[in-house]
C-alpha cells in the first residue's frame, strides 16, 4: 500500500533551509518507435526520509511506461516502486528509506523514466516533461521531499525536454545520401555525396545515411565517397547498415 507524502499536514518551499534541495530532469533526443530512457536527478543538501515524484510530458504522444532505479542514489533502499496514473499519462515514484538509511546529502541520478512515444505525427516534436500534481481516488500525487525529523517540503523543479526524431531517418541501409522519399540508392546519392564533400552543396539531410562505410565515429568524408564509387561501380559490398549511434 502506497501512503503518499502529499497527506502530510504541511508542505511548503519556504520550509528548505540552505541551498534550494532539487529535481532535475535531463533532456534528450529520441527514436520513433524506441522508447527513451530520460534520467531524473536529485540535489539536496540535507538528510532526507521519503520521496515522491510525479512526472508528466506535455502531450500524450509521449507517455511514461516505467521507471527504473539501477544505479540510482535510491536503488539501495528497500521500500521503493513506481506507479502509472493512467488517466493524466503521469507518473508517480516514491522512496522511504529505514530510519537508519537516510538518503544522504548529494546530488545524482535519482530514477531512469521510460516513455514510449510509438506514434508522432511529425519531426521533431517537442515534449515537456515537468512535475505536476494530481489527485487520483482522493489521493494527491505531487513532488515532495521529507527531512529527516518529518518535515515535508517542495523542492525546485528544473523541466527537461524529450525531443522524438522520426525513423525515416536512414530506417535499415546507408545509401540514400539525398534522401529522396522512395529511399532509393543510386547515381543521384552518389552526385549529392560529391556536391556536399566537394562543391559546398547543400549537407545530407540524414547524415547517419551518408555513413556509407559505416565507420562508428559516423563520419562522412571521402571514405564515403569511395565505398560507394566501388558498391555502385565496381561490384563492391552493399552500402552498410544504419547505425542508430549515428541518428
Ligand atoms: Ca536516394
Ligand atoms: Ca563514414
Known amino acids: ?9 504541511q ?5 528548505d533551509p540552505g541551498i534550494a534541495d532539487t529535481i532535475r530532469v535531463d533532456s534528450l533526443t529520441g527514436i520513433l518507435g524506441p522508447h527513451s530512457a530520460l534520467d531524473i536527478f536529485l540535489f539536496n543538501d540535507e538528510a532526507l526520509s521519503a520521496l515522491e515524484v510525479t512526472i508528466v510530458g506535455s502531450d500524450t504522444l509521449a507517455t511514461v511506461d516505467s521507471v527504473s532505479f539501477v544505479d540510482s542514489r535510491i536503488d539501495y533502499v528497500f521500500t521503493k516502486g513506481w506507479v502509472i496514473n493512467d488517466s493524466t499519462g503521469a507518473a508517480t515514484f516514491y522512496c ?4 537508519e538509511l537516510l538518503i544522504q546529502p548529494g546530488s545524482g541520478l535519482l530514477a531512469t523514466v521510460h516513455f514510449a512515444h510509438p506514434d508522432v505525427p511529425s519531426f521533431p516534436h517537442d515534449v515537456i516533461v515537468d512535475t505536476i500534481t494530481i489527485e487520483i481516488d482522493l489521493i494527491t500525487r505531487s513532488t515532495l521531499l521529507r527531512d529527516s525529523i518529518g518535515t515535508v517540503f517542495a523542492p525546485q523543479v528544473r523541466p527537461g525536454l524529450l525531443r522524438i526524431e522520426g525513423l525515416n531517418c536512414c530506417p535499415g541501409s ?14 543521384s546519392d552518389l ?5 556536399y564533400l566537394f562543391l559546398g552543396g547543400p549537407d545530407p539531410e540524414c547524415p547517419a545515411a551518408a555513413n556509407i562505410n559505416g565507420d562508428e565515429q559516423c563520419a562522412v568524408d571521402l571514405s564515403d565517397l569511395i565505398y560507394f564509387v566501388n558498391y555502385l561501380f565496381l561490384g563492391g559490398p552493399d552500402p552498410s547498415a544504419c ?5
Open 96 to 99: 522511504y528509506p529505514s530510519d
Open 191 to 195: 552526385i549529392y555525396l560529391v556536391n
Open 11 to 15: 508542505v511548503s518551499a519556504q520550509i
Open 1 to 9: 500500500m502506497v501512503a503518499f507524502l502529499a497527506l502530510a499536514p
Open 243 to 247: 547505425l542508430t549511434a549515428c541518428l
Open 174 to 187: 546507408t545509401g540514400n545520401v539525398n534522401g529522396d522519399a522512395g529511399g532509393s540508392v543510386d547515381l
